[in-house]
Structure formats: structure tokens, C-alpha cells
């Protein structure tokens, strides 16, 4: 039985697992969890690289101690990357994807390309976020940056690269670049020529599974940790949390539900049409040539960053106290657009809300519950939204929600989710993509045979709760609103 240690990185935590598959199911204990904090220095807002590196060194010392393992899997969130020069360092220090530097650069490469082109090759949602656009700005704003750069590492490469001395890229990270070819599922020299971004400074191409390399001798000495094998698991958190739905079903929707939401579906050929294109979805890639044909979502992060702004004020909750405070207000007192751009940005989240209230002509949240009760309530008609939409370019009809990750901690999401699109949700595992990531390995160590199987035993692992729609006719007069809303 192996011993797989696997890292799991958030965009605000982290945390290392050691799990084995023992009887029929996938055993884990926390051994580490951090915050994943951010830094906003000079104009420029940073991951703080090191000091996640520096949380994997304490994972790895805290699984020595537990008795060791075999093997280790990184997961991260997806787009973002390091530069590594000729001497093998960082050539700067990674830039987070919610940095604004590669929005102009965004436009225009937008306007100057053509778009249905672009789509019918990456199959990618546009999005400012998206490495391509990231790259595009350096080219263009720091040249001496790329120049100096000899591969470009995504950021669960970066550190299994740390970790080993090798260089490798994973598929189903950079499948969130928009540099991919859809199809082959290999970097698109026509995207890659469009950009000007040379390919000789990406690495070739892995499956998720494939071994990356050994913990480095200096690292063993350091840590005193085993010669473990480090692998390229399924890189990307979102691939890694669709792995570990707990399903036999073939056709499900899933809400990866943290940070951002993911809503999406699996697919085993990438869904690229014109309604697609116009809905801006996204083939990204997962396991076994699978792939999410999905959409990003606001997420909890209007949450997340209205929680910190009351910080800020000197007012302190904990998301538990938020939900109770949100579940004793009025329903439907005011609704958002989720996505509108101006709640993806660090800053005071409730103010903006306000504002868009003030503006469309609604009431306006004034406490924490009100916010709370507007953002998840917006989100759930949002969820719906998209899964209509979904349902118009696949073509197809579910039965069921899947939601995973930390969203399944909310069981006022949950049911609203429920409530606005009218189908049963099943919520969980909250640890969707450490499982997925573990997974993932344990193929790879031949103790399960397919993601099937490891779907068969997470299910088996967890015990997931179900919600039944309820107040339909309530959810359908506000969905109308909602619409409008969002169309306007
Ligand atoms: C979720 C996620 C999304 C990706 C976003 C930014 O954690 O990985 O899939 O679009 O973060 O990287």
C-alpha cells in the first residue's frame, strides 16, 4: 500500500494530506494547512512563492514524522507560472492571475485576432486571466523578463520542479492557458505564432500520472524524508476535484464550488460550436483524455473579500456566523451580477455591491447578512443561468448537481442551489481535489484501475449530502428578475 502525500493549493490555502487506499476506501489525515496570503507590493499583486514552498517543506516534515510515504502530487489553481532562467532560478517572483497587468493586453489581442479562430483552436473561454494573455504582456511591457526566461514552469510544475530538478509540464494545467490545441491536446503552434510566444520556451507535454522525478538528495538531507517519487498529478485543482465526483453516472453537472465556482460538465470530445464560442465556455482538460466543458463563476470570493473588508473595519466573523446572519434576512431583497468585473478585484467587495444595487435600482444591503444573503442568492440564480446555457451547447439534460470543494460547507448555498435550478444537488466531498490529486496517484501506483474506480471508492469515502428543490415557483418569478438583470 503506498503512502501518498498530496498538496493542495487554494487561492487563499493550502494544505498537505497522507492517505492510503485500505478496504475499498481512500483513508486521509491533515498533516499541514496554511493560509495562501497574497502580497501587494509596488503596484504589483504577488503570490508569495517561497513562502508556499516553504509550507510544502513543513508538509514533507510533518509526513516524515507521521512514518513517511512514497510518493508526492501537487494541485494549484490554474494559469498562473514562474519564470525560471539560464541559472535555474525564479527570474521574478510569480504575479497573481487577479493582478490587473494583463487586461489591456487582453483587449487588444481580442480585437486584433480573429475570435471564432481562436475558439475553434483552444476551445478556451476568454479570459484576462488566462496565461496566454499574461505571456502576451510581458512580451510586450517586459521583454528583458522573457528574454531571460528558459522554460516558463505553471505553478504546480514550479514546485514539483523545486522538489526535483525536473522540468516538466502537466496537461491539465496548461489546458487553463488558452495555448493549448484543444484537440491534440498539445501546445497550438498557430495560438503560440498569433502571441509571438516562442515554444521552445515551454516544456513538452505530460499526462497527469506520469512520474516527474525524484525528491532531490539535498531535500532528503534537509527534511530527512524518503527518496520519494514525485509526481505530475492532475495539476490543475479543478481537474483534480472532477476526478473525485462521486458518481457511475456519465452525464452530471458539477459546481467545483471554492474560490471561484466552476460549473461545468464532463465530456470525452471537446464541445466547440458558435454557442460555445458566444457563451464563452471552456474545454479545459482532465483525466484519461476526459474534459470539463465549464464556465468560471464568481465563486465565494465576494464572500471571502467582504469578510476581510470587515476585517479591515474591525469587525470579525467567522463564514459559519455570516451564513447564520444571511439565513435570518429577507429573501430576494437584492440581486448582482455575480460577474460583473468590478467583484473580481481585491478591495471593499460590500461598498461595490452597494453601489450596483444603488445603480440597477434596488434595495440596498446595508448588513453583514443582507450582503451575504444577496451575494449567495445571486449566486445560485447565477448557477442556474449557466447551466441553461450549458444544456443549449451540449445538447443534452441532467438530473443531478455535484458540488465539491469548500462550497459544500454551505448548506444555504447548497439548497439554494437546489431551489434555483430545480434539480437535487449532492454536496461533497468538501476535499474534492486532494482526493482527485490522490487519486490520481494511486492510479498511477496501480492500486486503482481507472478514475471509474477511484469515483467508485471516493463515494465510498464520503458521505455526501443531498438537497431536494423546494420553493419552485418563488426561485422561478425571481429567476426572471435575475435574467434581466444580467442581460441589461
Ligand atoms: C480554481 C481555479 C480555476 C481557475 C482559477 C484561476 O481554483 O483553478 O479553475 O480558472 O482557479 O486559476
Redo the contacts with the bound molecule.
Keep these: 500500500m503506498s503512502k501518498i502525500l498530496a498538496f493542495d493549493f487554494?487561492?487563499s490555502s493550502g494544505r498537505a494530506m497522507i492517505a492510503q487506499y485500505t478496504d475499498g476506501k481512500i483513508t486521509m489525515k491533515e498533516l499541514h494547512r496554511f493560509t495562501n496570503d497574497p502580497v501587494f507590493v509596488n503596484g504589483t499583486l504577488y503570490w508569495d512563492a517561497l513562502r508556499l514552498f516553504y509550507n510544502i517543506k513543513q508538509g514533507i516534515t510533518k509526513a516524515v514524522n507521521e512514518g513517511g510515504f512514497d510518493m508526492i502530487g501537487i494541485d494549484t489553481?490554474?494559469?498562473?507560472f514562474g519564470l525560471i532562467g539560464e541559472d535555474g532560478q525564479l527570474v521574478q517572483n510569480p504575479v497573481h492571475?487577479r493582478d490587473e497587468r494583463s487586461e489591456q493586453p487582453f483587449r487588444e489581442f481580442l480585437r486584433r485576432v480573429d475570435l471564432g479562430e481562436l475558439y475553434e483552436t483552444a476551445g478556451l473561454q476568454h479570459l484576462a486571466?488566462n496565461t496566454l494573455y499574461q505571456l502576451i504582456y510581458l512580451k510586450e511591457q517586459k521583454p528583458g523578463l522573457l528574454e531571460a526566461t528558459k522554460k516558463i514552469l505553471f505553478t504546480p510544475d514550479l514546485y514539483n520542479y523545486f522538489l526535483t530538478g525536473e522540468m516538466h509540464t502537466e496537461y491539465t494545467i496548461a489546458s487553463?492557458s488558452e495555448m493549448l490545441d484543444a484537440k491534440s491536446r498539445d501546445w497550438s503552434d498557430k495560438v503560440l505564432a498569433l502571441a509571438g510566444i516562442p515554444r521552445e520556451k515551454l516544456c513538452d507535454i505530460v499526462q497527469p500520472g506520469t512520474e516527474c522525478g525524484l525528491l532531490r538528495d539535498e531535500i532528503c538531507e534537509e527534511l530527512g524524508a524518503p527518496k520519494a517519487k514525485v509526481m505530475c498529478t492532475a495539476g490543475?485543482?479543478?481537474a483534480a476535484a472532477v476526478a473525485a465526483v462521486p458518481t457511475q453516472e456519465q452525464d452530471f453537472i458539477f459546481i467545483s464550488c471554492?474560490?471561484?465556482s466552476?460549473l461545468g460538465t464532463e465530456l470525452h470530445e471537446p464541445c466547440i460550436n458558435a454557442k460555445g464560442a458566444e457563451y464563452n465556455f471552456a474545454n479545459e482538460g482532465g483525466v484519461e483524455g476526459t474534459y470539463r466543458f465549464l464556465k468560471?463563476i464568481m465563486g465565494t470570493w465576494p464572500i471571502q473579500e467582504s469578510r476581510r473588508q470587515w476585517i479591515r473595519e474591525g469587525r470579525e466573523f467567522g463564514f459559519g456566523e455570516l451564513e447564520q446572519m444571511a439565513k435570518r434576512c429577507t429573501p430576494f431583497r437584492s440581486l448582482i451580477d455575480v460577474d460583473s468585473p468590478e467583484f473580481g478585484k481585491p478591495g471593499n467587495l460590500p461598498r461595490r455591491i452597494r453601489d450596483f444595487c444603488e445603480r440597477t435600482g434596488q434595495p440596498v444591503p446595508q448588513t453583514e447578512g443582507e450582503v451575504i444573503r444577496c451575494i449567495d442568492e445571486s449566486l445560485a440564480l447565477k448557477f442556474r443561468y449557466s447551466i441553461e446555457r450549458l444544456c443549449e451547447c451540449t445538447g443534452k439534460e441532467y438530473r443531478t448537481v455535484h458540488i465539491l470543494g469548500g462550497g459544500t460547507k454551505s448548506a444555504l448555498l447548497c439548497q439554494m442551489t437546489a431551489d434555483a435550478t430545480g434539480m437535487t444537488v449532492i454536496a461533497g466531498p468538501d476535499e474534492a481535489t486532494v482526493l482527485g490529486n490522490i487519486a490520481v496517484q494511486l492510479i498511477a501506483a496501480g492500486e486503482l484501475a481507472d478514475i471509474r474506480e477511484a469515483r467508485s471508492v471516493v463515494a465510498a469515502s464520503c458521505e455526501p449530502a443531498t438537497y431536494l428543490p423546494q420553493e419552485k415557483r418563488m426561485w422561478d418569478e425571481k429567476y426572471k428578475d435575475f435574467k434581466s438583470l444580467v442581460e441589461a
Excluded: E, K, M, S
Excluded at 489553481?77 to 498562473?80: A, R
Design positions: 487554494g487561492a489553481w490554474g494559469v498562473d492571475y486571466i487553463t490543475h485543482d479543478t471554492g474560490t471561484w466552476l468560471n
